[in-house]
């Protein structure tokens, strides 16, 4: 434990301590959760907004300015990863379970139980869905994934910094950046990390169990999820041992395996021209109404401000929680990539296709609907498998969704895992396995804590 720096000791202690309020006064905690969620929506949302259009603005710029053949390392760098290899791994640790969690149901809830901008169950509602989905899981969010990750990698490749959140405000705040102040920083973002992590780990074991059930017949409850999330402790934690170029390289790339197959069989099971039709309008949709969506905070009485804040500001306040994390990992896996390259790899690549993804999914769930089939009524974690129900093949694409689940969980945990070692780490790219290995269990104890204390309600409070 020589390698451990003030960060990892000052954030197990935070974690213990939000830990232990979680299991001694659950209905407490989850009151507190929701409050602050609530105030912080409510009184910030606009502070939100304009972030994330800056860093659009800023990552546009970086693309086509001079500053974009700059090569994240020396001249003479040359990528670590093939492009198929690295694209995979920051898709695996940029989205992981949310887009399975997320990919049927979003767009049915926007478009048919819950729609902001036009009758829910209309023709109009069902694009808007669609497109909103894109909305937000798109450029925003991936701009500031790029933002991040850009800094960490040219401080640290370009100007042999250390691998730290606080490194890259020294050209703002000087040395004090080594001290307190810096401190300070890398604990927010390792503690943040933790929790961003430990949502989407709950999200999955919610999910994993509801497939469970809905194919086997498991019990729905507390204890099977935290019989999931040790299994997937272990499996995650033995991946992370293996080191970088192994266990989290493998796992991308079987991810983008199990995703690809699951993605084509729902592609050519369901209405195929109907969802390529709908990706190509919905798609155009996304792109004529960016600029007013980012800025719609609907401030006057009458206004669909609770959906706003349900939503959108909910997926900004997710996004942000996940940037130190995923920043951090897809600038280790950058190194001797152009800034122009980088840039449209990280925001231009997965929008494109996360929007396709969507589209399959969320097409076919409302096109289900419309024939009389009501998925609306299921849990969010219910409306894939019984969408699938609705399908040829419905148990073999159930068993697919679950395992590409699984992978996800483990890549996303096995990812988060070797970021924390780092930034405990003092930035180090080889963190020792026993780091390792505590700041795992650590994301696993916060996301069993949140599903005790309040399941999916929790889970969105705590980001």
Do not use: C
Not at 3 to 31: C, D, H, N, W
């Amino acid at each position: 434990m020589k390698k451990v720096s003030m960060v990892f000791y000052i954030t197990i202690a935070l974690v213990i301590i939000f830990v232990l309020l979680g299991a001694i006064i659950p209905t407490r905690f989850e009151q507190i959760t929701t409050n602050l969620n609530a105030f912080i929506s409510t009184n910030f949302g606009w502070y939100y907004m304009w972030m994330m259009v800056a860093l659009i603005i800023l990552s546009i710029f970086i693309i086509i300015s001079p500053y974009g053949k700059i090569r994240l390392g020396k001249d003479n760098d040359r990528p670590d990863f093939s492009t198929p290899t690295w694209i995979a791994m920051l898709f695996s640790a940029g989205l992981g379970i949310g887009l399975v969690f997320y990919g049927a149901a979003e767009p049915l809830f926007h478009g048919f139980l819950d729609a902001p901008l036009s009758e829910a169950g209309s023709n109009q509602a069902f694009k808007e869905g669609l497109s909103l989905t894109y909305f937000h899981w798109g450029f925003h969010g991936w701009a500031m994934y790029g933002i991040i990750a850009l800094s960490l990698a040219f401080f640290q490749f370009r100007k042999g910094e250390r691998g730290l959140i606080s490194s890259t405000l020294k050209p703002l705040f000087g040395d004090r950046m080594d001290g307190a102040f810096g401190i300070t920083i890398d604990v927010l973002a390792t503690f943040a990390t933790i929790f961003g992590v430990a949502t989407s780990l709950g999200l999955g074991a919610m999910q994993i169990n509801g497939g469970l059930n809905h194919l086997f017949g498991i019990s729905v409850s507390f204890w099977t999820q935290f019989i999931i999330v040790a299994i997937v402790t272990v499996l995650f934690l033995a991946s992370s041992w293996s080191g970088l170029s192994k266990g989290i390289k493998y796992l991308s790339n079987t991810n983008m395996v199990l995703a690809v197959l699951l993605f084509f069989a729902v592609l050519f099971i369901g209405p195929t021209l109907l969802i390529l039709n709908m990706f190509t309008e919905t798609f155009g949709l996304y792109i004529q109404q960016i600029v007013q969506w980012s800025f719609r905070s609907a401030p006057l009485e009458g206004d669909t401000r609770n959906w706003v804040d349900s939503w959108t500001i909910f997926y900004w306040a997710w996004w942000i929680s996940w940037a130190p994390f995923v920043g951090m990992f897809i600038a280790r896996v950058s190194r001797g990539r152009t800034i122009r390259e980088f840039m449209i790899g990280v925001m231009v690549v997965p929008t494109f296709i996360i929007a396709i993804w969507f589209a399959t999914f969320g097409t076919t769930a409302g096109n289900i609907q419309n024939s009389g089939v009501d998925l609306t009524q299921y849990s969010t974690e219910l409306v894939t498998f019984n969408m699938f129900d609705q399908m040829p093949f419905s148990f073999v694409l159930s068993i697919l969704a679950i395992l590409l689940l699984l992978t996800f969980f483990i890549t996303s945990a096995d990812s988060a895992t070797f970021v924390l070692g780092m930034q405990t780490t003092k930035g180090s790219l080889t963190p020792p396995n026993t780091v390792k290995t505590i700041m795992g269990l650590a994301q696993s104890a916060v996301a069993l804590i949140l599903l005790y204390v309040g399941g999916l309600t929790a889970l969105q409070n705590t980001i």
